[in-house]
């Protein structure tokens, strides 16, 4: 399977935004889902997760109750929902897929993933 970032872009400090990752050529409802972001200078970090089937997701803590991480097998789409946003969201945010077996822990970490799509640029400015 590949996957396609998008929806990016320029907003202001407290506005939304929705990111879709797109798959394409194998089974997207397979795999497990997963948002990172890294911002200038910074290492990757993880965002949120969520199972294949969708019943159970996991956030970081400093987008708990902000962001909420959905997904639409049928169509082969995941998404991002990013409300409040905050000047330190800036980053290039990226979608990931992963297999069902990930233990809980892993789904935290880019080791629980092993596809990954391009990256789609969020900047907030203050």
């Known amino acids: 399977v590949q996957l396609q970032a998008s929806g990016g872009g320029l907003v202001q400090a407290g506005d939304s935004l929705r990111l879709t990752c797109a798959a394409s050529?194998?089974?997207?409802?397979?795999?497990?889902l997963g948002w990172f972001r890294q911002a200038p200078g910074k290492d990757r970090e993880f965002v949120a997760a969520?199972?294949?089937?969708?019943?159970?997701?996991y956030y970081a803590d400093s987008v708990k109750g902000r962001f909420t991480i959905s997904r639409d097998n049928a169509k082969g789409t995941g998404y991002l929902q990013m409300n409040s946003l905050k000047p330190e969201d800036t980053a290039v945010y990226y979608c990931a897929a992963g297999p069902q077996s990930t233990i809980s822990s892993e789904m935290y970490s880019a080791r629980g993933y092993n596809i990954w799509g391009q990256g789609t640029l969020v900047t907030v400015s203050s």
């Open positions: 969520i199972r294949r089937r969708g019943g159970i997701t």
């Open positions: 050529g194998g089974s997207f409802s397979a795999n497990n």
